[in-house]
């Protein structure tokens, strides 16, 4: 009877061995899972900060091209109120040019 007592404690210790061994291996598999975590949140920290910043560029360009385009409008605007003026004027020349050709006729 004592025979059997002692192989039933020793396999008893093979469980406790065994039982230890599988907590040591779950306990660096969290500490490597805990470190993943951490380096993927860093990872995902720094790729939000420059999303971030490409937003912000991104703002700062519509804004300015935004401002362009308002300032080429303008100009586009004052071009044909010059273009206007001058035929226009270009009229009013060709118009008084006849009317003193008219009176150079006149007073033949």
């Known amino acids: 009877m004592n025979r059997k007592e002692v192989r039933g ?3 008893r210790r093979g469980n406790d061995t065994d039982m230890r061994r599988k907590e040591k291996e779950n306990r ?9 975590k951490e380096k993927l949140n ?4 720094k790729y939000q900060r420059e999303i971030n910043e490409i937003q912000a560029q991104l ?6 091209r935004t401002e362009l385009q308002m300032a080429l409008d303008s100009r586009d605007s ?14 009013q020349s060709m118009d008084s040019a006849s009317a003193g050709d008219t009176e150079g006729q006149t007073n033949d």
């Open 78 to 91: 004052d071009i044909e109120q010059l273009r206007n003026l001058l035929q226009s004027i270009s009229v």
């Open 9 to 11: 404690g020793g396999s």
């Open 42 to 45: 860093s990872t995902i920290i």
């Open 28 to 36: 660096e598999l969290q500490l490597e899972l805990r470190s993943e």
């Open 59 to 64: 703002l700062d360009e519509s804004q300015m």
